[in-house]
């Protein structure tokens, strides 16, 4: 399939040819979901932690006779039953995270490439290229109509063109290795270089 490709200043630059295995998937909501979650499940930190009954700090002594109270049978005040006692079976740290495996990752970002085309928020553009000025990229994002954009280009990110876009709200840059399912949904545009469409083709073939 064929994409016109256009410069930041919205002028046309021919047009690239894009795999149709890669791009041109019928895009499937239950692999998107399970990448996207696999991903979240990885970031999450992990360090909830409550006070069991041996770390509270209450006295370990009887709090009273074991007979002839009429009440219940009690040790100390850290039983879970009592106020500020320790949680019975709370939350401990330990790692949200779970396998998926490469093959289906692979899958899960082309689907999101091809989700992007169907729903047609991508875009090509010949380069990511500035003079470092954020008001110049700016005023041209604007132009463009970008509100909340992710650009990803080739093995690396120009130097200038990430100076100048790193205090634009709503606009983020990536290498073609750092493409993600998460963030290639999360925006509304996304927009290739014609060199991150050659790295991400390479990747994912």
């Known amino acids: 399939m064929k994409l016109d490709v256009i410069k930041l200043d919205g002028g046309k630059a021919g047009s690239v040819e894009l795999g149709e295995e890669i791009f041109g998937l019928e895009p499937r909501a239950d692999i998107l979901h399970r990448v996207v979650r696999w991903q979240r499940n990885n970031a999450q930190q992990g360090t909830h932690k409550v006070k069991t009954r041996s770390e509270t700090s209450y006295s370990t002594k009887k709090i009273y006779r074991q007979k002839g109270t009429g009440g219940a049978r009690h040790g100390d005040r850290n039983a879970p039953i009592f106020r500020k006692g320790g949680i019975y ?46 008001a110049v990229l700016a005023k041209a994002v604007k132009n463009l109509g970008w509100k909340r954009a992710l650009v990803i280009d080739g093995a690396s990110v120009n130097e200038n063109f990430a100076k100048a876009a790193r205090n634009i709200e709503g606009l983020d840059i990536l290498p073609s290795m750092g493409a993600n399912v998460y963030d290639i949904l999360k925006r509304d545009t996304l927009v290739l270089t014609k060199a991150g469409v050659e790295a991400l083709e390479a990747r994912l073939k």
Request: aromatic share 2%; hydrophobic share 35%; charged share 30%.
């Open 89 to 134: 079976k709370g939350p401990t740290p330990r790692s949200h995270g779970h396998d998926l495996t490469k093959k289906f990752r692979k899958l899960g970002l082309k689907h999101a490439l091809s989700a992007k085309m169907a729903a047609g928020e991508l875009v090509v553009i010949d380069t990511a290229d500035a003079d470092g000025k954020t």
